[in-house]
Every structure is written in C-alpha cells, then in structure tokens.
C-alpha cells in the first residue's frame, strides 16, 4: 500500500499525457513529472489516491540517454514548458506515441504505423500488434523549418505582480497555480516580445518606486492596483506589434492623459513606440476578479486597432481578441498541410468551421469553387471580411457564430449554405461539439480536414464520425510547440469506398 510521503524506488516504463513519467509499484502507478521511460527515479510521493498517485523527483538513479539539461533556468518551476528535461527527439517521440495511443485508445483507429525513421521505443504506447497495411503516420517538427526552433512564439501574455521584496515583476504561472514565477526572458518567445516586456517593467518599477502607495501592480488577492497583465503580440513577417495593458481601472477616451497621468502612461507609450517596427498600443480594462485576461472594452492609445502580418502570399489583419497561430515558423506548412490533404481541384465548397481571422480559409479560396467560413468570435469574423478583401479574394463568405448553430441550421433548413464538399474543422482544444458532428454526418462530404490542439478530442470526435462512413486516411503530427506538451495534428478522414 502506498501512502503519502513514502520513498519510492521506481522504473519508469511509459508517459502520461502530459509528458510525465509513468512507473509501477505492485500493480500501483505513479505519475512522476520530469521522468523518462527507461529510467530509475527515487521518488517522494505527494499525493495519494486509491489506485494511482504522484510522485516527485528525489534523485535520478539510471539516467535515459534522451535526459538534457532544461534550457531556461526556471523550467522546473514555472508552468509553460513540461519537457525541457527531453532532447527534441525524445518530445517527438512522447507527441507521436501520444497521438498514436489517442487514437487507437479512444479514437478505435487500428494499425496506425510509426513515422519514418522513427522506432517503436516508447514501452506503453504501443499496444496493439501492428498490421501492415496501417496509416503512416507523418511529422512536421520545427527542425523542418528554416529557423531554430527556440524563441518561435509571436504571442505572451504575461501576469504582473511583485517578487517576495515586493519588487515589480512579470512571469508565468507556476503549474496549477496563481504563483507568478518571475521570468522576463522567456526562452520561447521571440526576442522582440521580451525586449518590449522589459521595457514596461523598467517604466513599471520606475514609477512604482515614485509613488507612494501600491497602486501600480495589480494585487489579485486585494483586488488592488492597476496593471494586471502585459500581451504581447508580434506579426513575425511584418515586424508589427500589439502591445496591450490590461489595466484594473475604468478607462475612456482621455483616460491617458487624465487617470493615466499617474502611471505616466503617455511616458510608456513613447518609449514603447520608439522601438522598431510599426506599433499598436492598446489598453484594455478588467475590474472583475476574474482569471480572464482581457476584459471587452479596449481603447487605442498609438497605432491601428490591429496588425497585419502574412502567411506566404497573403496578408492578414489580426484584432486583439482574436486567434492567430503562435508558431510563425511553422503555420504555413500547417496551412500547406491541410491544403494537401484537402486536395481540391477548384471546383469544390469547402467549409472551413471555427475559421478565426479565415487563414485557412483564403489559403484554400484560390483552389476552390468557394470558401465558407463559420468564428464565434464577432472581432475575428471582421478581421476574415477585411482579410478576403486586402487579398482580392472573392469566393470567401465568413457568418458569425457557433458552427455547432450555424451548420445545424443550414442543415435543417435548406437554401442559405451551400453543401460541401471538402469540411475543415480547427476547433480549439474541447473538440468539435456533437451538435456539429451530428450536422456534418449529415451534410456528407467526400472529405474532412480536422486540425486539432487536442489528440484526445480529436480521436473521440473521428470515433464520433465513424458512423456516417468516415476512416482516418491520413495522420500528421504537426509540432508547433516545441518544449511544451502540446502538439497539434492534422488529420484526414474519408469515405472507405
Ligand atoms: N483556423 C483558425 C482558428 C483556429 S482556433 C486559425 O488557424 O487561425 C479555433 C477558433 O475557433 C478560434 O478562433 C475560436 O474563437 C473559434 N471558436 C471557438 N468555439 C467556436 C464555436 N463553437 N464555433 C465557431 N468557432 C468557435
């Protein structure tokens, strides 16, 4: 029996979802972040539930060959990235048998075949004998792409609070917490995102040290203060950027040179726009006690109330709420990806759900009859209108609202959406809502594109689609997200005859 606070000697023989290490102890099984299959760890156990637990690490007695030395010196500690202590190969590794045990597990998918050159090492993933005639799966890893895979973010958001001394700082949560681990240099974030950071927080702790009282750090335990979170936002190909502060106070139309005053806000703006590159500074307002970063009011204090960037040809305008992918280096081989597997010869309707500022969308419009694109979010769905128009692209028609309603009436209620032929679905990580699945089942199309942040939602949605005649064809694991455990996939599903 394993209790809380025992020492455990443990063979660590397959990962959680997580990335973390899985070892067993009688039938028992641990949990243990920052473990490798292959190793042995000497672990204390932190919590104990009735037939598994967690464990943390007291010393690594074997050593696996795939264990490096975490690049950032906070890795452990903060939340962001769960696989530093991996080479990359070894992430690879963890991402395709995860993507692999997905779908096999939950998405019912059999003989599902290893990359190229990549082996079956990892002990738990693979469970199933292997017949030869499976799906291959295929990876894009950001060593496929021209530039280093470290600094590849163009999007932080970082919290604001004070050190122990009560110092000003930014950083990231700690895992599960609201700890705000102090971190200015975030290895994964593009140099030019840290460089504004750092600029604010020297303004910041300048006049912090001015006034007298603690206004000018947000307190989220007193709902006190006023900055509460920096977002930071970089078009990679244009070099704009979108900087918005997230302030605890009512804000209007002269708030800066009023209210503002006291922070020296104007001040803050000039040295920000001094950097290079074309600037939108933002400020936004949250007075709720909430864990939402942006509250909906924003006003403009520089710049346009967007920036563009461009993916390939083509050229976007991107809005403060809305989603834009945050690997540059790597989107438009994602795009490139989809496309592929969409194979449309010009003559096809494709939908394209949950389509954001319709990037997807006009990368596939040029190859197709016409493109409808479906976002909830209203600001995103402008951005798509603007977008088909700065790119002369006609075929592209964006509706605002929940794919799940939007295709669920079109369905029942024939006339306004044309039927497709090709269906792309990009849902964030809870997966496609069962209303859509239900619709789509219905509306027949020879092929979906499902570009999922999920494995997990993926696989149970491709369960979902079986019914109506749908096979996965084909699988690509698309790592976007190097050093943490996140890892998108893009897959393909079609008839079987
Ligand atoms: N394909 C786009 C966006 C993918 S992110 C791109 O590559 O940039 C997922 C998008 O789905 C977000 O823009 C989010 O606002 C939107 N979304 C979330 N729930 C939705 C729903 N129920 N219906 C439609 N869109 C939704």
Not at 350 to 374: E, F, N, P
Not at 401 to 413: F, H, K
Request: with cysteine.
């Amino acid at each position: 029996m394993i209790s809380k606070n025992d020492e455990v000697l443990l063979e660590i023989d397959g990962y959680g979802h997580s990335g973390e290490g899985i070892g067993h102890v009688d039938g028992y099984t641990l949990f243990v972040q920052g473990a490798i299959p292959g190793e042995q760890v000497r672990v204390r156990v932190v919590k104990a539930k009735k037939n598994y637990g967690y464990g943390k690490i007291l010393s690594v007695e074997e050593t696996s060959d795939a264990r490096v030395e975490p690049v950032c010196p906070v890795a452990r500690r903060c939340g962001g990235c769960e696989l530093q202590h991996m080479s990359y190969e070894e992430q690879l590794r963890f991402k395709t048998g995860h993507v692999r045990e997905c779908m096999e597990r939950i998405g019912g998918v059999d003989g599902l075949l290893c990359p190229d050159g990549m082996t079956d090492s990892e002990p738990e993933m693979t469970k199933s004998s292997i017949p030869s005639e499976g799906v291959r799966m295929e990876v894009l890893s950001a060593f496929s792409c021209d530039a280093e895979p470290c600094r590849y973010r163009n999007k932080a958001q970082f919290p604001i609070g004070r050190d122990r001394s009560g110092r000003p700082v930014a950083g990231f949560y700690a895992a599960r917490s609201h700890e705000i681990i102090p971190c200015e240099d975030c290895l994964l974030q593009d140099a030019k995102i840290n460089r504004i950071l750092m600029i604010i927080m020297d303004h910041v702790r300048e006049v912090d040290k001015e006034l007298a009282d603690e206004s000018m750090v947000y307190n989220e335990e007193t709902h006190t203060g006023w900055l509460r979170h920096v977002y930071i936002r970089l078009g990679y190909a244009t070099g704009q950027m979108m900087v918005c502060l997230v302030v605890n106070d009512r804000i209007g139309s002269d708030y800066e040179k009023k209210a503002g005053s006291r922070y020296r806000l104007t001040d803050l703006v000039t040295k920000i726009a001094r950097e290079p590159g074309e600037k939108a500074v933002l400020l936004n307002e949250n007075t709720k006690k909430t864990n939402v970063v942006p509250g909906e009011k924003y006003i403009q204090l520089t710049g346009l109330p967007y920036i563009e960037d461009r993916i390939g040809q083509l050229r976007f305008q991107i809005g403060p709420d809305s989603f834009y992918q945050v690997n540059p280096h790597i989107t438009k081989k994602l795009y490139d990806k989809a496309l592929e597997y969409a194979a449309l010869n010009g003559r096809e309707t494709v939908w394209d759900l949950y389509c954001g500022i319709g990037t997807i969308s006009l990368s596939m419009a040029r190859h197709a009859k016409q493109v409808i694109g479906v976002e909830i979010v209203p600001q995103a769905i402008g951005n798509a209108k603007e977008n088909a128009k700065i790119n002369q692209i006609e075929n592209a028609t964006f509706i605002p609202g929940a794919a799940e309603d939007v295709i669920d009436e079109a369905m029942a209620d024939w006339g306004g959406i044309p039927l497709p032929d090709v269906v792309v679905v990009d849902p964030p990580r809870k997966g496609c809502d069962e209303k859509l699945i239900t619709a789509i089942g219905k509306a027949a199309p020879d092929r979906i594109v499902y570009v999922s942040c999920d494995p997990a939602t993926l696989a149970r949605d491709i369960a979902r689609l079986r019914p109506y005649g749908f096979e996965l064809k084909k699988v690509c694991v698309v790592d976007q997200f190097w050093q943490t455990r996140h890892v998108e996939t893009v897959v393909l599903l079609s008839h079987s005859i």
